[in-house]
Structures are given as structure tokens and as C-alpha cells.
């Protein structure tokens, strides 16, 4: 894992701030939906890798409709945008994810139902209704070549 953020520890060596934190910082957008806190349940069992051994994660949770200042978002090691009713096309439905997907582009973000659409949509990919719904079943996703 790079590291994004270093400081001078107390013996004036350069180290990977987050080798120094107690625990990894996720950020989870709630976009409104009942399966947010199961994902937030998910994400604070995890225990992540590092060089000086496994970490705990520390999940912060924010409304979609909160605002977040930008310089915020560099403290955290990975962001979550949650499933959530809406399309990615209409701007108040996804909130603070829209803003989060265009100012980001060094901290990981992994999209859940919604908040997936939602990535989608801001990489300029077009998000349809399934002819079904295809809640909780397992697809083959393919990716064209050179695409």
C-alpha cells in the first residue's frame, strides 16, 4: 500500500502517517438507505495490513446533503459511497458523492449499489434500469478490450 501522507515522527524520522495512526480513516457517505449501518458494521470489523501490523478502522459517517470541506477528505485512507434511493443522474440524489468523485482523485473510493451508479455516471458511463431487479445476485461482468 503507497503511502499518500507523511510526517516527521518524534525522533525527527520521516514516517507514513498511517503507520502511526491507532486505526485506518474511512469515510462512509450515507446517501439514505437502511443497509448504510450494515455496511458501516462491515467496515468496522476490517482489519487493514500494514508494515507495522494489522490496524483497526475508525468509520466516520456523513449525510450526503452535509457539506465537507475538500481539505477534509485528504485525512482519510478510503471513502464509501452508500447504496441510497435515486439516480446518479439527478444531483440531489447522490449529494456529496458527486463532489467527492470530482475532487478525489488519490483516495480510493468503492460505491455500493447507488453510490457504484454514482462512480459510473462521473467516469462518463450511461446507467440504465435492469429489465429486472437483480438485488443481491451474482452477475459476470465483462470488460471489452482496450475499453
Not at 444531483?91 to 449499489?113: K, T
Not at 435492469?130 to 465483462?142: E, I, N, T
Amino acid at each position: 500500500r503507497e503511502c499518500r501522507s507523511w510526517i516527521v515522527d518524534s525522533g525527527g524520522d520521516v514516517v507514513c502517517a498511517m503507520a502511526t495512526q491507532a486505526k485506518a480513516r474511512v469515510l462512509l457517505v450515507d446517501n439514505y438507505d437502511s443497509y448504510t449501518y450494515n455496511v458501516y458494521q462491515m467496515l468496522s470489523v476490517v482489519r487493514v495490513e500494514t508494515g507495522e501490523g494489522p490496524i483497526g478502522v475508525q468509520v466516520d459517517v456523513v449525510e450526503n446533503d452535509r457539506p465537507i470541506g475538500v481539505q477534509d477528505l485528504g485525512h482519510y485512507d478510503a471513502i464509501v459511497l452508500s447504496p441510497g434511493p435515486g439516480t446518479p443522474e439527478n444531483a440531489s440524489d447522490v449529494g456529496l458523492c458527486r463532489d467527492i468523485l470530482q475532487l478525489c482523485e488519490d483516495v480510493p473510493v468503492l460505491g455500493v449499489c447507488l453510490g457504484h451508479q454514482a462512480l459510473a455516471y462521473a467516469h462518463g458511463c450511461k446507467v440504465r434500469k435492469a429489465p429486472v431487479p437483480f438485488h443481491g445476485r451474482l452477475s459476470r461482468v465483462v470488460f471489452p478490450r482496450g475499453g
